[in-house]
């Protein structure tokens, strides 16, 4: 680069998701949005709950761009969270050193924010138990990043290879983090308090009549579509 870059580039105003949308999709699962979405929205696999027992959290995406082995941009995002935001850290999937530890963590508690998800590592577990705000990483390691940028924060970026923009919906529980882009953020909610009815009627059948097999199953099984060889 012939200019150097600006440390920092930042969008910090943007709506947030309001607490009546939010409270519509309480108790609903990472899978029941994904349903909802024709199955797609879940962060790489990889990124995971650090801290046992503390994986449910729902709020609004404020992403930031730290690059490798950097939390600068981290660090502002959670100086400039607003209570209810979930900040959303492209850190490159790099491994070998950590963007946030127990100090970040308490700093993005203090602010208010609902969870911490980073395309990157964590440190100082036993402070972050201690903190108890969800934070879910792609792993834990004492390794240390520097604070140099540059950085972008409040605006789009990629998390474990889903974009997301500030102001989607972000979601974490045992299975991992999904994304919701704001645009379908109504048509999503709309959806899954019947995924959720239709999920637990088959539930319940399955317990109740000790099913081994779904009717479509069936169904397929009896048809010329398949080939049985013996």
Do not use: W
Request: a neutral charge; aromatic letters at 4%.
């Amino acid at each position: 680069m012939i200019d150097d870059p600006p440390l920092l580039t930042i969008k910090k105003n943007f709506e947030r998701i309001s607490a009546a949308k939010l409270k519509k999709l309480a108790g609903a699962q990472t899978g029941h949005l994904v349903d909802a979405m024709n199955g797609r929205g879940g962060v790489d696999k990889a990124i995971k709950a650090n801290i046992p027992g503390k994986e449910p959290f729902i709020g609004t995406a404020f992403p930031c761009e730290t690059g490798p082995s950097d939390n600068l941009a981290l660090t502002a995002a959670v100086a400039l969270a607003q209570p209810g935001d979930v900040i959303m850290s492209a850190s490159d999937g790099f491994d070998r050193t950590a963007v946030c530890g127990d100090i970040v963590a308490m700093l993005a508690k203090n602010a208010g924010c609902k969870a911490i998800v980073i395309d990157g590592m964590s440190r100082d577990l036993v402070g972050l138990i201690e903190v108890g705000l969800p934070v879910f990483s792609r792993g834990i390691t004492p390794n240390s990043c520097v604070k140099s940028g540059p950085g972008k924060v409040g605006l789009p970026a990629v998390v474990g290879g889903v974009q997301v923009c500030a102001g989607d919906l972000v979601m974490g529980d045992k299975d991992g983090v999904v994304v919701v882009p704001r645009g379908l953020l109504d048509e999503v909610i709309a959806k899954v308090d019947a995924i959720r009815k239709a999920e637990g009627t088959i539930i319940a059948r399955v317990k109740k009549e000790k099913l081994t097999r779904l009717s479509f199953i069936d169904g397929l099984l009896s048809s010329d579509k398949v080939h049985y060889v013996d």
